[in-house]
């Protein structure tokens, strides 16, 4: 679509920063997800005053505007599909400061998780929230989808480790919430309203993120089970009995056979399943409760539990956890990478039923959880261009998030709702609780700019 304002965002960002031609509107389409939008233009920005004068002429026009940090989302949250402006964030990527003293680190939103590790390890510090996405999604991103990670189970998710943002409102006033102090008493934490918003309250351009110090050791281990279930159990078990390890991730068999295949780590490709655990803190002590989930796993049905013997080993545990998703996208032209959250003892039943909608549809599922935490990662894969395939994965999503719901679950642990899951919004959220959502959304952004028509979708539209 011809785009009448070409001229007002070149005054903004300069003409080198405005990009509208077609191989570049495809580049900027899609996220890591299977929605495809239209964006009219993308802009590269690279400072407050830039992001504050394009929010205001957004506002006047009332244009559609989505920001977008790397485009690693997998909820559609960065697709244009109403066209509009796409706002890259990716050029405001400093590292503010590291201050060991307060424990913080200041970040602009477009560095990357990774970038802020990097940063932080010489200090002995550590940003805890690590998504799998660490090396590309940028800070920005986390914030607005909340993200988690593997070490989410022992230390939480990136809501509790930004304590504080300066944003930028539609109506180009800039805000400080929060700061280098966590949030005391004085004010409502508007903070807590900023996680997981998906880009729809406002834009951060400055985030405070709560450093901790580095774990002095860890124990990692493998633990080997016949079947999907009986590794569901053991983690129910493990926490059941008052451990709280660093880590709980879990592989089905799909996955360890399709990582073993591309990296050959000496995975064990007849397991039905594998959990990864790790425990974590001063190294005194640690044996001990590694020996005591030994046990537990054991005692639940495991084949094996292999302890790593040294540095090597763990890394190569941990690469194939990291990898587990670059393998499983080899074997399909596409992979849809599902996000739901059950109670971690309905793990089970919830694994039992992916695998007969599996078999029911003759799609392959392979399993991935952040199991510590009920949040089970189910890869589906396809191809798209198989219009029938199509119809079986869409029949996949419906089954599962019901599913998800119906064991007291929730339609996301950590990918947010964005564009891909507001069809099933209502089956989560009351029409009571969405009413109250909308009216923060629109106290923030009375023409619905940014992100129009996701995440709080209007029940009139
Ligand atoms: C292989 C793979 C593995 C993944 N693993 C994990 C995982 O372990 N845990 C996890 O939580 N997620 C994971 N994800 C999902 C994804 O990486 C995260 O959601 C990540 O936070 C997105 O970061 P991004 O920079 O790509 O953000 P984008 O996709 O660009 O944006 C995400 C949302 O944030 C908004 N946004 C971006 N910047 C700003 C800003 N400055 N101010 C306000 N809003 C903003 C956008 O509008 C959008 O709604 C994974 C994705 C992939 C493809």
């Known amino acids: 679509m011809a785009v009448d304002y070409l001229n007002d965002l070149i005054s903004i960002v300069g003409k080198e920063n405005v990009l509208t031609s077609e191989i570049s509107l495809d580049t900027y389409k899609y996220d890591a997800g299977l929605i495809y939008g239209n964006p009219d233009v993308v802009v590269f920005v690279e400072n407050e005053e830039q992001i504050a004068s394009l929010l205001k002429f957004a506002n006047s026009r009332k244009i559609p505007l989505v920001p977008r940090g790397n485009g690693m989302g997998l909820s559609g949250g960065t697709v244009a599909q109403l066209g509009g402006i796409v706002m890259v964030m990716t050029r405001l990527n400093k590292i503010l400061e590291v201050d060991p003293e307060n424990r913080v680190a200041v970040v602009q939103p477009g560095v990357t998780n990774m970038e802020v590790q990097k940063a ?105 089970y016949k079947t999907l279930e009986d590794a569901g159990k ?31 780590i000496g995975l064990p490709v007849h397991a039905g399943a594998v959990l990864l655990i ?70 089970p039943e919830i694994f039992k039923y992916v695998t007969s909608l599996s078999e029911e549809t003759n799609i392959p599922i392979g399993m991935l959880a952040h199991a510590g935490d009920g949040n089970l990662h189910p890869l589906v894969l396809f191809d798209e261009r198989d219009e029938d395939e199509m119809r079986r994965v869409q029949y996949i999503r419906d089954k599962l998030f019901r599913k998800a719901i119906e064991l007291g679950g929730t339609l996301s642990g950590e990918h947010g709702v964005g564009l891909g899951k507001l069809e099933f919004l209502n089956l989560a959220i009351s029409k009571e609780y969405l009413k109250y959502m909308r009216a923060e959304r629109l106290a923030f952004d009375p023409n619905e700019i940014l992100n129009r028509g996701k995440t709080v979708p209007d029940p009139a539209a």
């Open 278 to 347: 790790e425990v974590d803190g001063w190294d005194v002590g640690l044996d001990r409760q590694a020996q005591q989930i030994v046990d537990i796993c054991k005692e639940v049905g495991a084949l094996e539990v292999k302890l790593a013997r040294n540095e090597k080993e763990r890394a190569d545990l941990w690469v194939a956890r990291r990898m587990s998703i670059g393998a499983m996208g080899r074997m399909r032209p596409n992979y849809d990478m599902e996000d739901a959250t059950v109670p971690r003892n309905k793990l």
């Open 120 to 224: 932080v390890a010489p200090y002995g510090l550590v940003y805890m929230p690590d998504p799998a996405s660490q090396k590309v999604s940028t800070m920005g991103g986390n914030l607005g989808e909340n993200a988690g990670g593997m070490r989410g189970i022992k230390y939480g998710v990136t809501k509790d480790h930004i304590i504080g943002a300066e944003v930028i409102l539609t109506n180009g006033e800039t805000v400080q919430i929060g700061g280098k102090l966590e949030p005391i008493a004085q004010e409502l934490n508007l903070n807590l309203l900023l996680q997981q918003s998906e880009g729809t309250l406002c834009v951060a351009t400055k985030i405070y993120l709560k450093l901790s110090p580095a774990p002095k050791a860890q124990r990692t281990m493998l633990s080997i």
């Open 234 to 264: 053991a983690v129910s078990a493990i926490i059941a009995k008052g451990i709280i390890p660093c880590t709980l991730e879990l592989m089905d068999n799909k996955v360890i056979n399709a990582v073993e295949e591309w990296l050959h």
